[in-house]
């Protein structure tokens, strides 16, 4: 089993697709061992405790700069013995330690086809509104590994959603969420834990059952 934690920031929903797709057994090999907020508040804690995981707080508002919370991060993963981490609405970019430290072990879901609408400042609603904004027809959901630079990691998994005449940003978000972060975030999850990634630089092979 591999022991993986999820780090979160709000209101959990994709955390909530992680614990639902575990609760049905569609993740296999994968032992959720901790869900780490960043701040005390966090819905996503509530969701966490319901599904009897065990929960902590690193709360940003205590550390001075990115790096000293970072390395706290990393020191509460390295304590639980974490293999996989999973960015599920965590909203804070940590330094660049935390990707050498976990290279190839972290995933990240992001609401667009990357490389479009994504980067600095696209995050949440804002890569709705650009993606309306920009007026294109096709938008989606990427499952991809962290790197030190923002949205720019090696890409696990993709789904595309279509944009409708009288989308507003809340409403596409919704739709990309049900139609493609909820079901890409949970499977990208059971192929690393079934062994099925292989990275080769920027390019992720998934490799069919019994090959890992």
């Known amino acids: 089993m591999v ?12 955390l909530q ?23 005390p508040n966090a819905y996503a804690l509530v969701r966490a405790q319901n599904a009897k995981v065990p929960t ?11 790096r000293t919370f970072t390395d706290a991060i990393i020191d509460k993963l390295r304590d639980l ?26 995933i990240n879901i992001h609401p667009s086809l990357i490389p479009a609408f ?5 995050y949440g609603l804002h890569v709705h509104e650009k993606v309306l904004a920009y007026g294109v027809k096709v938008t989606g959901a990427t499952a991809h590994f962290v790197s030190e630079v923002t949205d720019a990691g ?6 595309a959603v279509e944009v409708k005449e009288g989308d507003t940003p809340e409403i596409l978000q ?12 949970p499977k990208a999850i059971s192929l690393y834990c079934e062994g099925r990634l292989k990275v080769e630089g920027r390019i992720v092979h998934v490799l069919e059952e019994g090959e890992a």
């Open 56 to 66: 902590y707080v690193v709360d940003v508002n205590l550390f001075p700069n990115r």
């Open 81 to 106: 013995d974490v293999e996989l981490v999973v960015l599920a609405g965590f909203l804070y970019v940590l330094s660049p330690r935390f990707v050498s430290v976990f290279e190839n072990r972290v």
């Open 174 to 185: 919704r739709r990309v969420m049900e139609e493609a972060e909820w079901q890409i975030l």
């Open 118 to 122: 994504c980067g600095d400042g696209c």
């Open 154 to 159: 090696p890409v696990i998994a993709q789904k």
């Open 3 to 14: 022991k993986t934690a999820v780090l979160v920031s709000g209101g959990g929903t994709n």
């Open 17 to 39: 697709a992680i614990l639902d797709a575990l609760l049905f057994e569609e993740i296999k090999n994968c032992e959720l061992t901790a869900v780490i907020s960043s701040t």
